[in-house]
T-cell receptor, first 115, second 112 residues
């Protein structure tokens, strides 16, 4: 079965600093990969996704992520963090299962931005 | 506006009192899912549905039921709620198997 690991539970960065959130997955083939963001009291919003092709994907709000097959990783990056980026971030992998597509989430990384 | 709507947003109830959380989507999506979110555990899938009258168990289905009589609706039923079902619940939908999910705003359930 597939699994997703987000090794950092909490991360604190200063506004304007760069950000990298780590995500590693375990699966025998290349899965579909997603990053979602959750602001307090709200649902999850899709930041970006990777299905195939170019391993560097661009998302909304200035985020990007790079798929590295050799490392089974899909790390999320942003060159300059804004205070409004403070939220919880979830990495997810989708794999074919039972004629559908099973989505498995990581446990999340809580981002705090210091002004 | 494309959206997934859950009701209620908040509910406090007592052990054993049956409850239903409704979920409706207006995007004509085939796939719908229910998740629960607990601190330190991320989101775990409870049940999913690939189309009308087609449902299957996710990772944590015990104590829950679902139905999919219409494409737009996917209610979550707790026949006899217990305190360990206190959690934040999300409904989600997507068009096809490899498309991103659209999430509702969540339902916070407290079972006393």
């Amino acid at each position: 079965a597939q699994s997703v690991t987000q090794p950092d539970i909490h991360i604190t960065v200063s506004e304007g600093a760069s950000l990298e959130l780590r995500c590693n997955y375990s699966y025998g083939a290349t899965p579909y990969l997603f990053w979602y963001v959750q602001s307090p009291g709200q649902g999850l919003q899709l930041l970006l996704k990777y299905f195939s092709g170019d391993t560097l994907v661009q998302g909304i709000k200035g985020f990007e992520a790079e798929f590295k097959r050799s490392q089974s990783s899909f790390n999320l990056r942003k060159p300059s963090v804004h205070w409004s980026d403070a939220a919880e971030y979830f990495c997810a992998v989708g794999v074919p299962e039972g004629g559908g597509n099973k989505l498995t989430f990581g446990t999340g990384t809580q981002l705090k931005v210091e002004l | 506006e494309a959206q997934v709507t859950q009701n209620p947003r908040y509910l406090i109830t007592v052990t054993g009192k049956k409850l239903t959380v409704t979920c409706s989507q207006n995007m004509n999506h085939e796939y719908m899912s229910w998740y629960r979110q607990d601190p330190g555990l991320g989101l775990r899938q409870i049940y999913y549905s690939m189309n009308v009258e087609v449902t299957d168990k996710g990772d944590v289905p015990e104590g829950y039921k679902v139905s999919r009589k219409e494409k737009r609706n996917f209610p979550l039923i707790l026949e006899s709620p217990s305190p360990n079902q206190t959690s934040l619940y999300f409904c989600a939908s997507r068009r096809r198997e490899n498309q991103p999910q659209h999430f509702g705003d969540g339902t916070r359930l407290s079972i006393l």
